[in-house]
């Protein structure tokens, strides 16, 4: 399923047009990106919690040469699943 796809269901399961759902799902990523990149954790009840993961520097090396190399540190975006999605994929 892809965003329009997505927007176009949405909008039938809420009764409203697709360009209000398409504005409330816009709405909804860019507060979670900004809660992410706040470094906050976003908790939906049933669904699941994005938070923001600290990978720490490490060495690693080239494949093609094999020289080793330093790899920085970074942060990176997780999702961990909610009980009842778990239960309802299963």
Do not use: C, Y
Not at 35 to 44: C, D, I, M, P, R
Not at 75 to 81: E, G, L, S, Y
């Amino acid at each position: 399923m892809n965003k329009s796809e997505l927007i176009e269901k949405i909008a039938d399961h809420a009764g409203i047009s697709r360009v209000a759902a398409g504005t409330a799902l816009d709405a909804t990523l860019e507060v979670l990106k900004e809660a992410l990149k706040a470094g906050e954790q976003v908790t939906l009840v049933g669904f699941g919690s994005f938070l923001v993961s600290t990978r720490e520097a490490r060495k690693g090396r080239n494949p093609a040469t094999g020289q080793e190399i330093m790899i920085a540190a970074s942060r990176t975006p997780k999702f961990k699943a909610g009980k009842a999605l778990r239960d309802a994929v299963n």
